[in-house]
């Protein structure tokens, strides 16, 4: 009787100390709200991106333009967001028009003189997709950009240039309406999907 009240201890006691219980996620809050007596949870969920499968042969070509357009155009994107990170507070600083519009003429010497070979090889769509991915990185639409930095007359004078070619400089970023498609790609870049930038 002794030797079984062991095993029972052993076997079925001890382990049952050694059992941890799931922890509360305190990092996760949820919200619910009472209706008629039933709980009604809501929680973000993240975001699940869905490429079609059954997409015809022209489709799947004009996506697969849109791509490589994308990972084209992507990465001068990123360098005007963190060019505007660095020479907005410089700019600002100076008080001095004339200091200002010295910085701005030797910012677009040294951008000229580094990309001008690839954006002469560059389509109208892929300055169309630059100025809605600029758009997209620094929250500020290209019309905006060139009045704040260059000043009114030269956003007009580009704006007009623009119009006549078919584009807006006013136009912003819509993830969620007409830039859907492109939103999904560039997510799908940013992680690494469609390869390295």
């Not at 996506?63 to 155009?73: E, P």
């Not at 870049?189 to 390869?195: L, M, Q, T």
Request: charged share 35%; with cysteine.
């Amino acid at each position: 009787m002794l030797k079984r009240c062991i095993y029972i201890l052993i076997f079925i006691v001890l382990p049952a100390f050694s059992v941890v219980g799931q922890e509360k996620d305190s990092s996760d809050f949820v919200i619910g709200l009472i209706e008629e007596g039933d709980t009604v949870v809501y929680k973000k969920l993240d975001e699940i991106t869905i490429n079609p499968k059954e997409l015809n042969r022209r489709q799947q070509r004009r996506y697969s333009r849109l791509v490589a357009k994308v990972k084209k155009v992507y990465p001068l994107a990123l360098e005007a967001r963190h060019l505007l990170k660095e020479y907005e507070p410089k700019y600002f600083a100076l008080e001095d028009q004339r200091d200002r519009r010295k910085l701005m003429k030797g910012l677009e010497k040294e951008l000229l003189d580094k990309h001008k070979d690839e954006l002469k090889r560059w389509s109208m769509s892929d300055g169309r997709l630059l100025l809605k991915l600029i758009n997209r990185e620094t929250e500020r639409t290209p019309y905006s950009l060139i009045r704040d930095f260059r000043g009114e007359f030269s956003a007009v004078f580009w704006q007009g240039i623009a119009r006549i070619f078919k584009n807006n400089l006013k136009d912003e970023y819509d993830p969620y309406g007409e830039d859907r498609m492109l939103e999904e790609i560039v997510t799908l870049v940013e992680v690494g999907y469609y390869g390295p930038i």
